[in-house]
């Protein structure tokens, strides 16, 4: 068995922290839950298999990359309207996909980076579960269920004390007297 030195496993770390690897951020049993996520999140997994989707579920709590990347992706689906965009961004999912699947298999030979593997196999089941959903979408085969991922939210404006004029208001005010 050998053993690979110091220096270039510390290359490599130094390599993916300076590219902003976000697979670095250890998992933090304290990720402050986003309300709408875990209903919008079940919804976006049914139909996967239990324990993958399960599993993600689960990280979706504990992992705040898993969780942000949820939080993105349903805002996505529920945002965009542009079919053009949403295959876009289909064709750049897929491509990343496939991209993550090359070489996959190191991975799973090395028991030691279980973690890493956990957190590639639930991004992976949230972008084709986006990629599925959009495909649905688009050949309007949703079910009743997945139209709570398109509900437009219901937000009031947030305002704090009396609403004031803008600046270019104020100085055509002042041009008129």
């Known amino acids: 068995m050998s053993r690979i030195p110091f220096y270039m496993e510390f290359g490599c770390c130094e390599?993916?922290?300076?590219?902003?690897?976000c697979l670095l951020i250890p998992n933090t049993k304290n990720v402050k839950p986003t309300k709408d996520l875990t209903p919008l999140l079940y919804?976006?997994?049914?139909?996967?298999k239990e324990t993958s989707a399960k599993q993600t579920k689960?990280?979706?709590?504990?992992?705040?990359?898993?969780?942000?990347?949820?939080?993105?992706?349903?805002?996505h689906i529920n945002l965009v309207e542009s079919k053009e965009m949403r295959y876009n961004v289909e064709s750049q999912i897929t491509e990343f996909l496939?991209?993550?699947?090359?070489?996959?298999?190191?991975?799973?030979?090395?028991?030691?980076?279980?973690?890493?593997?956990?957190?590639f196999d639930n991004i992976e089941l949230?972008?084709?579960?986006a990629v599925d959903f959009n495909r649905r979408r688009d050949n309007n085969t949703?079910?009743?269920?997945?139209?709570?991922?398109?509900?437009?939210?219901?937000?009031?404006?947030?305002?704090?004390?009396r609403r004031r004029p803008s600046s270019k208001t104020k100085i055509e005010e002042f041009r008129r007297t």
């Open 98 to 119: 496939n991209r993550m699947q090359i070489h996959k298999d190191w991975y799973r030979e090395d028991n030691t980076r279980m973690e890493l593997l956990h957190g």
């Open 43 to 48: 919804t976006l997994l049914s139909g996967k």
């Open 15 to 21: 390599n993916a922290s300076s590219h902003h690897n």
């Open 58 to 75: 689960q990280a979706a709590t504990t992992d705040p990359l898993i969780h942000d990347l949820s939080c993105v992706l349903i805002s």
């Open 142 to 161: 949703l079910c009743k269920a997945d139209h709570s991922l398109l509900a437009k939210p219901n937000r009031k404006p947030v305002r704090h004390g």
């Open 126 to 129: 949230i972008l084709s579960s």
